[in-house]
């Protein structure tokens, strides 16, 4: 089918909550897309943070098709073994030693949450309350929109859930002053992304840390865009040199099939019992095996240091464009995470981008987000970047 086909079949048939697209991929090879009319891109956007090595990394295609050969899904009656040894996995390499796999970040966050509010109860003192942020996002689900610190999210959905209040980010004082004697938790994300890739001060994940610590709330880190990698550090909280006691992640975690999952310390785990939360799909024999794949390739020498490497470049050469077009107001971010704040509306730069062949996004609607496969190129960069100096020259 071309394009055009596509988007008729789309128009008659898919419930419109995404509006009008310009294109439809069908093929991907590492950072390389195709469309249904055959034109080539270069992909730095990775499908919203997700397909971080690259589209169709054979390690993954492997594992996929591997496991759909033998076992695609049997539910949680069961012990899975490839969701075991990725548990595994996770935990040798973060602060989480118990997980709890879901379908997406929302879910994930979904998980967090609960858990949270479990845990207060099965204390005997339950604390209900839970502190977010201003401009972030947790996902879709009802519970999640609350979280999400953005009205248009919400807007039509009401009533919101009871029990979350939202302060600014970045903002210590806030948070403190929020904490009432029913506040268990406090979510955050490590780098806001929706929200506007908007990177706190150096001190303010380990001051959150010693505020929860100080009045004994759970700290729950919602890194389903920073973690996996994104940021150079397999969880972006890392940097920070501090750990939560409860982390999501999701978007990366299997390269592109649907997996999310929730990571915390014993004691946190400790607030779910058997029955307590459960779901169909979480954790199958087929998102498991594929993650477990993409996080081996991720944790090989040189990789993680790769993401820093070519973000600070990426950076770098970010930082000299804005000095050469007043348009762009300020480049923020980390590893390959990367927001480029501009003084106007993002969407013309968006479009001309992608007629060059190029493929970001915003987050919001000032801020170009570059969140590419976190294999790209010295050589794929300077071609955005030099594609994004035309465009910044025409809009
Ligand atoms: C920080 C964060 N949390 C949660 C979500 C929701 O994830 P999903 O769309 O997989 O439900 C997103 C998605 O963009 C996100 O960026």
């Known amino acids: 089918m071309n394009t055009a086909e596509i988007k008729a079949l789309n128009d008659r048939y898919i419930i419109n909550t995404y509006g009008e697209r310009k294109l439809a991929f069908v093929k991907g090879s590492g950072t390389r897309l195709w469309d249904a009319d ?111 610190g953005q009205k248009k999210y919400q807007a039509g959905f009401e009533p919101m859930m009871p029990g979350f ?99 915390c310390t014993e004691k946190a785990a400790s607030g779910f019992a058997p029955g307590m939360h459960a779901t169909t799909f979480g954790g199958n024999p087929l998102c498991t095996a594929a993650a477990l794949a993409t996080l081996e390739v991720m944790l090989a020498d040189g990789f993680l240091e790769g993401v820093q490497e070519t973000g600070a470049y990426f950076m770098n050469a970010l930082a000299e464009l804005a000095a050469k077009h007043p348009v762009i107001k300020e480049v923020r971010g980390k590893g390959l995470m990367i927001g480029v704040e501009m003084r106007d509306a993002v969407a013309p730069v968006l479009a001309r981008m992608l007629e060059a062949g190029i493929v970001c996004g915003p987050a919001g609607p000032n801020v170009l987000r570059f969140v590419p496969p976190l294999i790209v190129t010295r050589r794929d960069v300077d071609r955005v970047v030099s594609t994004l100096n035309a465009v910044l020259g025409e809009v």
Not at 112 to 139: C, N
């Open 38 to 148: 055959g034109k080539e891109y270069l992909d730095f956007f990775a499908g919203i943070a997700v397909v971080s090595l690259g589209h169709c990394h054979p390690a993954v295609t492997e594992a996929i098709c591997r496991q759909a050969g033998t076992l695609v899904h049997v539910s949680n009656l069961y012990y899975i073994e490839p969701q075991v040894r990725l548990a595994q996995l996770l935990s040798a390499h973060s602060f989480a030693g118990r997980w709890f796999f879901a379908n997406c970040g929302a879910t994930a966050n979904e998980s967090a949450i609960k858990l949270a509010r479990r845990y207060w109860a099965e204390q005997g003192t339950p604390k209900p309350h839970i502190i977010a942020a201003e401009h972030s996002f947790h996902g879709r689900t009802l519970a999640t929109i609350t979280a999400t």
């Open 165 to 263: 209040s939202h302060v600014p980010y970045d903002d210590v004082a806030a948070l403190e002053e929020a904490i009432t004697p029913e506040t268990g938790a406090i979510i955050l994300e490590p780098i806001q992304g929706e929200g506007g890739v908007r990177v706190p001060r150096a001190d303010y994940l380990p001051a959150v840390r010693r505020l929860c610590d100080d009045r004994g709330l759970l700290l729950i880190f919602d890194e389903v865009q920073t973690g996996m990698g994104r940021t150079g550090k397999l969880f972006c909280h890392e940097y920070a040199g501090i750990a939560p006691d409860i982390i999501t992640v999701a978007k990366a975690l299997g390269n592109g099939v649907p997996i999310g999952a929730m990571g």
